[in-house]
């Protein structure tokens, strides 16, 4: 790797780890706040509904935005609105005007969902690489975000026991301006040329998407799975506090635990892709995925842990070869564009799964949601069997070998 290309390399892992950082400490701040001002499922779970619904509610101007200001404009946009949104939550929190602070939260949802959204994109999209070796590069990155995700949860855990949620309201409020303040520094891994600027469709970024069979294929797997993410995760903070009655070192533990499978997925990818072909991995993932869920039918205290640990293993390894296979069949100066569309129509069905949530949640109970969510993998594990995902590496003896 040229030094150039080098150096952007470091920069973009060390704003993957601020990004991450941000996002994995996330429900521990604005549903802790929401959980302490309502104790009420549905209203948390609207939260989750904002957070996805705002992006693709802008999702169309997102694209040529995009295009046009480039990833790490586009980063530094995100981070700052982040900013000036958690500033609005801490003062709020800490005058403790609650009617202001719930219009407050739904809108930072939204702002941070968008943000979220732009922030991926822009990252991966940035990323040196081309060809079978950007399932290394992915592997990086996703580690990167794994060791973060693993400690930023003791990290929150240690500051909301000592500060309570204004240490992490606080903590994330800095760390958003310094990944804006840094984002606009950092060299792109090739010299910029004057060229002017093609005019680019809102539509563009979808119907890119749409041509490219695989990478259409992952972002259906990635939609049928974000709904039963969404069932777990906008109840698991709830089903820890409320239904297992855990402390907050206890959910913090838990969430500990699912970070760590996090970590541990980002090592399977590369040695299975040494004997095995991505179009069999994908399934296979997809079902280690759909035993976790299953485990948390278990009512105790340790099941939601090692559960969603075994989901996590496998989720991040889905990811990290869905990400090095976007960057090897996606043309450079259409990364972003189509990553953008991707995670917009990955997400589209998040606020439907938040609706449910909010209001069929309480009546028939948050096992049954568990319950829906694996339905929902064994769905992706359909998607990956029967689409074209399937002949990944077909005529080879393995992913590495197609190289």
């Not at 990818?269 to 995925?289: D, E, K, S």
């Not at 929902?376 to 590496?393: L, N, P, Q, Y």
Request: charged share 10%.
């Amino acid at each position: 790797m040229e030094d150039r290309a080098r150096k952007t390399y470091w920069g973009l892992l060390g704003l993957q780890g601020a990004v991450t950082f941000s996002d994995a400490v996330m429900p521990l701040a604005l549903p802790w706040i929401a959980y302490d001002l309502s104790r009420s499922l549905p209203l948390m779970a609207v939260l989750y509904v904002v957070e996805s619904l705002m992006p693709l509610a802008v999702g169309i101007g997102i694209t040529p935005w995009l295009a046009r200001v480039g990833p790490m404009r586009a980063l530094w946009a995100s981070q700052w609105s982040r900013a000036v949104m958690l500033a609005g939550v801490l003062a709020l929190y800490s005058i403790g005007w609650r009617d202001g602070l719930w219009a407050w939260l739904f809108a930072t949802a939204g702002v941070i969902g968008t943000g979220s959204v732009m922030a991926e994109a822009s990252v991966r999209a940035a990323i040196p690489a081309s060809g079978i070796a950007s399932t290394a590069y992915a592997s990086g990155f996703e580690r990167v975000g794994a060791i973060v995700r693993l400690t930023a949860i003791p990290i929150a855990g240690v500051a909301l026991g000592a500060f309570g949620v204004r240490g992490i309201l606080l903590l994330l409020l800095v760390l958003a301006a310094v990944v804006g303040a840094y984002a606009p520094t950092l060299p792109t891994s090739r010299p910029e040329t004057a060229r002017p600027v093609r005019a680019v469709r809102p539509i563009s970024g979808f119907r890119l998407l749409w041509q490219l069979g695989p990478i259409r294929s992952l972002a259906v797997q990635a939609m049928v799975g974000n709904f039963g993410n969404t069932l777990v995760m906008s109840t698991l903070l709830f089903y820890l506090r409320a239904s297992l009655h855990l402390s907050a070192t206890g959910v913090s533990l838990t969430f500990a635990v699912i970070a760590l499978g996090s970590f541990l997925g980002t090592f399977t990818v590369l040695p299975l892709l040494r004997r095995w072909r991505r179009g069999t991995l994908y399934p296979l993932f997809l079902t280690g995925g759909l035993m976790g869920l299953l485990l948390l039918q278990i009512h105790q205290p340790w099941a939601p842990a090692v559960g969603e640990a075994i989901v996590s293993v496998c989720d991040t390894a889905w990811v990290v070869m869905s990400t090095g296979l976007r960057l090897q069949r996606i043309p450079d100066g259409e990364r972003t564009q189509v990553l953008t569309a991707s995670r917009l129509l990955s997400n589209s069905i998040v606020p439907v799964a938040g609706i449910v949530v909010a209001t069929l949640g309480p009546l028939v109970g948050i096992p049954v949601l568990f319950l829906v969510a694996a339905i929902a993998k064994a769905t992706e594990v359909g998607v990956a069997s029967s689409s074209g995902i399937r002949h990944i590496d077909a005529g080879y003896c393995c992913a590495l070998g197609s190289a």
